[in-house]
Protein backbone atom coordinates (compact mmCIF):
# COMPACT_ATOMS: atom_id res chain seq x y z
CA UNK A 1 0.00 0.00 0.00
CA UNK A 2 1.54 3.27 -0.95
CA UNK A 3 2.52 5.57 1.79
CA UNK A 4 1.46 9.51 1.41
CA UNK A 5 3.94 11.81 2.60
CA UNK A 6 1.99 15.65 3.46
CA UNK A 7 3.75 18.73 5.37
CA UNK A 8 0.96 21.08 7.43
CA UNK A 9 0.98 24.53 6.50
CA UNK A 10 -0.02 25.58 9.72
CA UNK A 11 3.08 24.28 11.88
CA UNK A 12 4.91 22.42 9.37
CA UNK A 13 4.78 19.01 11.09
CA UNK A 14 4.86 16.01 9.24
CA UNK A 15 2.96 13.02 8.68
CA UNK A 16 2.58 10.05 6.19
CA UNK A 17 -0.74 8.28 4.98
CA UNK A 18 -1.13 5.03 4.10
CA UNK A 19 -3.46 4.78 1.28
CA UNK A 20 -4.75 2.48 -1.65
CA UNK A 21 -4.84 3.84 -4.52
CA UNK A 22 -8.11 4.08 -5.04
CA UNK A 23 -8.98 5.91 -1.65
CA UNK A 24 -6.62 8.56 -2.78
CA UNK A 25 -8.23 8.89 -6.31
CA UNK A 26 -11.41 9.27 -3.87
CA UNK A 27 -9.95 11.90 -2.37
CA UNK A 28 -8.18 11.94 0.82
CA UNK A 29 -8.61 14.07 4.24
CA UNK A 30 -6.01 13.80 6.25
CA UNK A 31 -5.69 15.74 9.78
CA UNK A 32 -2.05 17.33 11.11
CA UNK A 33 -1.30 15.00 13.97
CA UNK A 34 -0.33 18.06 16.14
CA UNK A 35 -2.13 20.85 15.47
CA UNK A 36 -5.66 19.33 13.80
CA UNK A 37 -5.25 21.17 10.72
CA UNK A 38 -6.80 19.71 7.56
CA UNK A 39 -4.21 22.37 5.53
CA UNK A 40 -2.26 19.99 4.22
CA UNK A 41 0.35 20.07 1.34
CA UNK A 42 1.61 16.58 -0.02
CA UNK A 43 5.26 16.03 -0.34
CA UNK A 44 6.86 13.89 -3.49
CA UNK A 45 10.11 12.51 -2.42
CA UNK A 46 12.78 10.10 -4.10
CA UNK A 47 12.18 6.59 -4.49
CA UNK A 48 15.11 4.69 -3.76
CA UNK A 49 15.91 1.50 -6.28
CA UNK A 50 16.80 -1.37 -4.59
CA UNK A 51 19.66 -4.02 -6.10
CA UNK A 52 21.01 -7.20 -5.42
CA UNK A 53 24.26 -8.75 -5.19
CA UNK A 54 24.19 -10.19 -8.46
CA UNK A 55 22.65 -7.11 -10.43
CA UNK A 56 23.06 -3.79 -8.51
CA UNK A 57 20.36 -1.28 -8.98
CA UNK A 58 23.16 1.03 -10.88
CA UNK A 59 23.80 -1.79 -13.33
CA UNK A 60 20.17 -1.95 -14.55
CA UNK A 61 19.92 2.02 -15.53
CA UNK A 62 20.11 2.42 -19.37
CA UNK A 63 23.68 3.89 -20.98
CA UNK A 64 23.87 7.47 -19.88
CA UNK A 65 21.87 7.12 -16.02
CA UNK A 66 23.81 7.77 -13.02
CA UNK A 67 22.88 8.09 -9.19
CA UNK A 68 21.91 11.84 -9.67
CA UNK A 69 20.52 11.54 -13.40
CA UNK A 70 20.89 11.33 -16.52
CA UNK A 71 24.04 11.69 -18.22
CA UNK A 72 25.17 13.27 -22.10
CA UNK A 73 23.86 10.34 -23.59
CA UNK A 74 20.33 10.49 -22.12
CA UNK A 75 17.90 8.02 -20.92
Do not use: N, W
Not at 11 to 36: I, N, Q, Y
Not at 41 to 53: D, E, M, S
Request: aromatic fraction near 4%; hydrophobic fraction near 35%; proline fraction near 8%.
Amino acid sequence: MPVYAYRCSHCSAELEVRASVAEKTAGLSPTCDHCGSTDLRQQFRAVGLIGTASAPASARMPAGCGPVGCGPVGC
